[in-house]
């Protein structure tokens, strides 16, 4: 049994105040505690290789002014010249970023450093010309000490370079330039480092909490100095819990302080109820407040059982998880807080309660909002080590290719310092359950897949990878991996080096990886090193891998959206749940122009739901789900059989063997008089009924199905299609054959922003009849009108092979429907929005920016 009693928290994103506006407020309040800048402000940005660039007497006056995160990919045009299927068909390239800002002179005897969240990649920066160094990992935080470099009461330059000279670098959209959130802090010479509080739990239980606080110090004084730490507790502004403590530090030196606080009657962190509390570390120096840091967590305890599965505060929990990418559709990895709320509020309407970070570190606000939401998360760390992977074809290196040059060429000097960058940042969010070292590694080790029977010349009769155990024994796996050649690396070590480095600095929770060849990664001393074994598509071995190695605590960590994948998991309690691939579609590992990503998720690229989504909602929510699909009887995977008076599969076992994405159907009712469709429903109701036009076609049960859908054949007729819950009547949904072309919806979720450069809200329109049945078969061009101070952020219609340019007022539809996103500037304003058709004009709507 792993357990893990441990609280986790959420870091602290910015301070109340910003900029050298907040340099002056805390000057009179406060003028010895630290200031964290929001430094996002005031960027210029130029596309493309330039000379000397970070020199302080460059001119940037002709520069694009920009405000962070910015990804310069996404906002250029989809094109096939000089880019990738893999990264999305967007170019990479050079890109330049110089911000002027100035320090106070009351900073001169402080210690200022500035905080990047993550820039892709290839990322140089220099401070008043002086060169601080190179960062090659585009998805991991670093840091650097501006304090040596920056005039006081003056003006000072930064200047980043971002290379992705190498534009297939990645096997999906990566984005480019600082794309995500940056930071300037300024502290007093003794203070709290970054990432320097970290609380967990060693004992929790309903009636008390016990908090231990490991708080770093550092002292960068001439002198011996004795400080009191303060640390308190709040839950909802209220303290609960306080602990003091003396500590000498000795000049130049980082100690540790070691805290504990007992609280009563805690309120724990889970799915459903995410409390959470907070840390409040303050320095004094001879009675005086010298820093004072906040830092988020919540109290929570878990554990994995390698029989019985995951445990979450004690009660036995399925994880209902997906994979995500990073990018946000149209907005490209520059994403906004409020653009993954929508999308992950959608998800958890759908019952799905877990993410993994597929396959690198996400942002830290990701983070924090998966700690307010309630989702709990497998944090990853790479998708390559040593060896590369073929960015055209995935798996292993087909050949060398210096625009495919990625990560693989640093992860030897790099690895251990981003590993631990990115535990260290995220270590004390109680959303993180497991840190993941890796994706499907064994791809690129070579004999990993030559020894199993699956592949090349051991490679036994018809087997098949996906469907079928392992055709060889074990001791003939082993000996095929014995004497083939290891390779200049050996992954078992590797590995072994990745958890050691994890548990350095964080050995509160499981580490696992996503193992794609277990029958040898089991016993080649690479899942020796796991706490827990994540299977990638091998349901076809749980029962194998638990049987032949009892000892080890499997999950399943990447799987199809299909209900064939789901099933085990309720049939087989030592499998604890899975991650399907993908919860939301991603830009990038695409094949074929104009196919611009992968269509797997269970929404859309614009957000929108898709038939698997409702498949899953039915599958992981109580909520009682109905919900209706349609397709021509030719174009769907069914036939009649007359004498089972049923749709039956063309294909034999045609649905326990479907991968990836979801068959065609329509979600709409509009054919040719006398057609024969094929209706699917997906529910979690018992039984249903379908009606057309009130006249029942008969009630289908759900016990009778193998794939948990409901099937009828219906010969077309104009109307509504309804189905109907048996048990519970008022649970129905129903489609309606849409008329000609005669209005546009058009929706928003929000009715106000704050001016804060950062709140968004989505527009969504719809073609619609003149009765308002959305038009779901036939796409128009849809042009936005936009009238006040807001910053359009992109359109899209969510499907994969739409390639019209994101940053654009207009776009055909797809299914009838597109998205618009706007973004608030700084600026108070009333924004009125519409759209328009041809002739045909939607309502207005207002929006407050205030």
């Not at 909802?236 to 805290?259: A, F, T």
């Not at 193992?515 to 349901?539: A, E, H, T, W």
């Not at 068959?663 to 699917?680: D, K, L, P, S, T």
Request: hydrophobic letters at 35%; a negative charge; charged letters at 20%.
């Amino acid at each position: 049994m792993i357990t893990h009693n441990n609280i986790d928290f959420g870091k602290l994103v910015l301070s109340a105040m910003i900029g050298l506006i907040a340099w002056g407020c805390n000057t009179k309040a406060q003028p010895d505690l630290r200031v964290t800048e929001d430094f996002n402000f005031g960027w210029k940005f130029h596309h493309g290789p330039v000379e000397n660039a970070y020199q302080t007497d460059f001119s940037d006056k002709d520069w694009q002014e920009i405000r962070l995160p910015h990804d310069w990919s996404v906002t250029s045009a989809f094109t096939q010249e000089n880019t990738a299927g893999a990264t999305a068909f967007l170019p990479g390239g050079i890109g330049w970023y110089r911000k002027t800002f100035s320090m106070p002179s009351n900073a001169a005897n402080k210690i200022t450093w500035i905080e990047f969240d993550g820039v892709y990649s290839n990322a140089e920066v220099w401070i008043n010309g002086t060169y601080l160094g190179k960062r090659p990992y585009g998805y991991i935080p670093f840091k650097y000490d501006l304090t040596p470099y920056l005039k006081y009461g003056s003006s000072n330059q930064i200047a980043v370079k971002a290379d992705r000279s190498a534009y297939i670098d990645c096997r999906w959209y990566p984005g480019s330039g600082i794309y995500r959130n940056v930071k300037l802090v300024t502290t007093n010479k003794i203070h709290i480092p970054q990432w320097g509080v970290f609380v967990t739990t060693p004992k929790v239980t309903d009636d008390n909490a016990t908090i231990a606080i490991q708080t770093d110090l550092k002292n960068q004084l001439k002198n011996k100095k004795t400080v009191t730490v303060s640390t308190f507790i709040y839950y909802d502004n209220v303290k609960v819990g306080h602990v003091q403590n003396e500590i000498n530090l000795p000049p130049g030196s980082l100690e540790k302080l070691r805290q504990e606080v007992t609280i009563s009657n805690p309120r724990h962190w889970d799915t459903e109820n995410p409390n959470m509390y907070e840390v409040v570390s303050e320095i004094l120096f001879n009675k005086e407040l010298v820093d004072r840091k906040e830092t988020p967590f919540g109290i929570r305890h878990f554990h994995f059982d390698k029989e019985e599965g995951f445990f979450l505060n004690g009660k036995n929990t399925l994880i209902q998880g997906v994979c995500l990418h990073h990018d946000g559709g149209l907005v490209g990895s520059a994403v906004p807080i409020g653009v993954w709320e929508r999308r992950l509020q959608t998800l958890k309407d759908g019952g799905c309660n877990a993410i993994r970070t597929a396959h690198n570190p996400p942002s830290e606000e990701f983070l924090d909002l998966c700690d307010r939401m309630g989702f709990l998360v497998q944090d990853e760390a790479f998708d390559e080590w040593n060896n590369p992977k073929d960015k055209h074809h995935n798996y292993n290196q087909q050949k060398a290719d210096p625009l495919t040059n990625g990560y693989t060429e640093h992860f030897s000097e790099w690895s251990e310092r981003d590993v631990k960058n990115m535990v260290l940042r995220d270590r004390n969010h109680p959303s993180i359950i497991m840190w993941s070292i890796g994706n499907e590694i064994e791809w690129t080790y070579p004999r990993y897949g030559s020894s199993t029977g699956y592949w090349g010349s051991n490679k036994v009769g018809n087997v098949d990878y996906y469907w079928d155990e392992p055709p060889l024994s074990i001791a003939k796996i082993k000996k095929n991996f014995s004497d083939a050649e290891p390779g200049q690396y050996n992954l078992a070590e590797t590995a072994k080096s990745l958890v050691n480095w994890v548990k350095q600095v964080d050995d509160t929770r499981p580490v696992t990886a996503n193992l794609v060849i277990p029958s040898v990664g089991n016993f080649s001393g690479y899942s020796n090193v796991l706490d827990i074994v994540g299977l990638s598509y091998r349901q076809a071995v749980y029962d194998y891998v638990h049987q032949n190695y009892p000892e080890m605590t499997f999950i399943g960590t990447e799987n199809w959206t299909r209900y064939h994948e789901w099933k085990p998991v309720i049939e087989k309690k030592f499998i604890s749940g899975i991650f399907l691939w993908t919860g939301i579609n991603y830009m990038g590992e695409s094949k074929s122009w104009p196919k611009k990503g992968s269509g797997s998720g269970l929404l859309d690229f614009a957000g929108f739901k898709k038939p698997s989504y409702h498949m899953f909602k039915a599958l992981w929510s109580d909520e009682p789900h109905v919900y209706v699909t349609t397709q021509l009887l030719e174009k769907s995977p069914y036939q009649w059989d007359p004498k089972a008076e049923r749709l039956m599969e063309k294909e034999e076992n045609w649905a326990a063997r479907q991968k990836w994405g979801w068959q065609e159907v329509n979600e709409h009712w509009n054919y040719e008089q006398g057609e024969n469709i094929a209706v699917e429903v997906y529910t979690n109701q018992p039984e249903v009924e379908l009606f057309l036009n009130g006249k029942s076609l008969g009630i289908q049960k759900l016990e009778d199905q193998n794939d948990h859908i409901l099937k009828w054949l219906v010969p077309y007729t104009d109307g509504q299609l309804t189905a109907r819950a048996m048990e519970q009547a008022q649970v129905e949904a129903s489609i309606q054959t849409a008329g000609a072309f005669n209005q546009l919806l058009i929706k928003s979720d929000k009715t106000s922003l704050s001016a804060n450069a950062r709140d968004v809200a989505h527009f969504t329109v719809q073609l619609a009849d003149k009765q308002g049945n959305p038009i779901q078969h036939t796409d128009r061009e849809v042009i936005f009108h936009i009238k006040g101070d807001v910053k359009l952020l992109g359109v899209d219609n969510g499907a994969p092979a739409n390639v019209q340019k994101y940053q654009n007022d207009r776009l055909t539809t797809s299914s009838g429907r597109a998205l618009m996103i706007l973004q608030a500037n700084l600026n108070p304003s009333k924004v009125e929005v519409m759209a328009t058709s041809g002739n045909v004009e939607s309502e207005t709507i207002k929006l407050t920016v205030q």
